[in-house]
T-cell receptor
Framework: GEDVEQSLFLSVREGDSSVINCTYT??????LYWYKQEPGAGLQLLTY?????DMKQDQRLTVLLNKKDKHLSLRIADTQTGDSAIYFC???????????FGTGTQLKVEL | EAGVAQSPRYKIIEKRQSVAFWCNPI?????LYWYQQILGQGPKLLIQ????????DSQLPKDRFSAERLKGVDSTLKIQPAKLEDSAVYLC???????????????FGPGTRLTVL
């Protein structure tokens, strides 16, 4: 089955690192995505990782994938107030040809 | 490159009324998606088109929701009659489709926020 879970809320201080976690259940997922949603806006693609990789780095963003545990994380280095938003992980299952989203993690960055 | 366009951005209607949303995908994208995002939840797929054909509409409440993509470009999503529980943000997304070189990444529009009173 397909089920993607995230913790609801994370609060960090500006300049610290943020780590947002996600667990999924479909072992046939081919790609895993991270999207960012600011208030009143659509979803902005941040990054994605192919299921045969275990890490991907893109500037301040680092994605770690533990396929054995079906665990995905997004690390944001040097978190800024502009990073405050809701972050969604999503799994793409090629067999079902669909994207399944988690419930979202609200990141609050405090001064 | 222009992104996915949606209109209107906001709509308030009374229950039992009808409403329509419009989406213009990124140029050249064969696949178009409509999602429903209820407050506090992640987006849920309603319907997926490839060109002007329906790929997946298994989660679309067909007694009241309909969607079309007649010429394989723009799409409209209609709700008739609306219920209170239809209050949500309706997101449109598009992707290259089967010809994508690797990940068939979906790009989202700003959404239409629907309030049903």
């Amino acid at each position: 089955g397909e089920d993607v879970e995230q913790s609801l809320f994370l609060s960090v201080r500006e300049g610290d690192s943020s780590v947002i976690n996600c667990t999924y259940t479909d072992s046939s997922s081919t790609y895993l995505y991270w999207y960012k949603q600011e208030p009143g806006a659509g979803l902005q693609l941040l990054t994605y990782i192919f299921s045969n990789m275990d890490m991907k780095q893109d500037q301040r963003l680092t994605v770690l994938l533990n396929k054995k545990d079906k665990h995905l994380s997004l690390r944001i280095a040097d978190t800024q107030t502009g990073d405050s938003a809701i972050y969604f992980c999503a799994e793409f299952t090629g067999g079902g040809n669909k994207l399944t989203f988690g419930t979202g993690t609200q990141l609050k960055v405090e001064l | 490159e222009a992104g996915v366009a949606q209109s209107p951005r906001y709509k308030i209607i009374e229950k039992r009324q009808s409403v329509a949303f419009w989406c213009n995908p990124i140029s050249g994208h064969a696949t178009l998606y409509w999602y429903q995002q209820i407050l506090g939840q992640g987006p849920k797929l309603l319907i997926q088109f490839q060109n002007n054909g329906v790929v997946d509409d298994s989660q679309l409440p067909k007694d009241r929701f309909s969607a079309e993509r007649l010429k394989g470009v723009d799409s409209t999503l209609k709700i008739q009659p609306a219920k209170l529980e239809d209050s949500a943000v309706y997101l449109c997304a598009s992707s290259l489709g089967p010809g994508a070189p690797s990940a068939d990444t979906q790009y989202f529009g700003p959404g239409t926020r629907l309030t049903v009173l």
